[in-house]
């Protein structure tokens, strides 16, 4: 049973910093591709960052790409998204996502990434983000 469990959500100032962490199991995470998401109460979940399995290379959201980094540790199972100069429009619940990857896998586009990738099946419950100003 996959299970991908998030923290290191809070409440800081803009300008601030934090590192949302997903630890996962049931899965191994440098076999699947990653994401992470975000959703504001009211609108539609979007795209901040995905990496694929056994490849180089990331996927951002264009304006969050020179603040946000996504990365992994495969000995713990756990993937990471490093955030830095928030600011209050980043508030939002952040979600961990992982897709599967092989033939027959369903692909989706997705918004704020502006790429088709894998359909991300496996979700976490999300950890709330919020910036002051």
């Known amino acids: 049973q996959v299970q991908l469990v998030e923290s290191g959500g809070g409440s800081v100032q803009a300008g601030g910093s934090l590192r949302l962490s997903c630890a996962a199991s049931g899965v191994n995470i440098s076999s699947w591709y990653m994401g992470w998401f975000r959703q504001v109460l009211g609108k539609e979940r979007e795209g901040v960052a995905a990496?694929?399995?056994?490849?180089?290379?990331?996927y951002y959201a264009d304006s969050l790409k020179d603040r946000f980094t996504i990365f992994r540790d495969n000995a713990k199972n756990t993937l990471y998204l490093e955030m830095s100069s928030l600011q209050p429009e980043d508030t939002a619940m952040y979600y961990c996502a992982a897709a599967r990857v092989g033939p027959g896998q369903r692909m989706r586009y997705i918004k704020g990434l502006g790429s088709t990738l894998p359909e991300f099946g496996f979700w976490g419950q999300g950890t709330q983000v919020t910036v002051s100003s």
């Open positions: 990496m694929p399995p056994g490849i180089p290379g990331t």
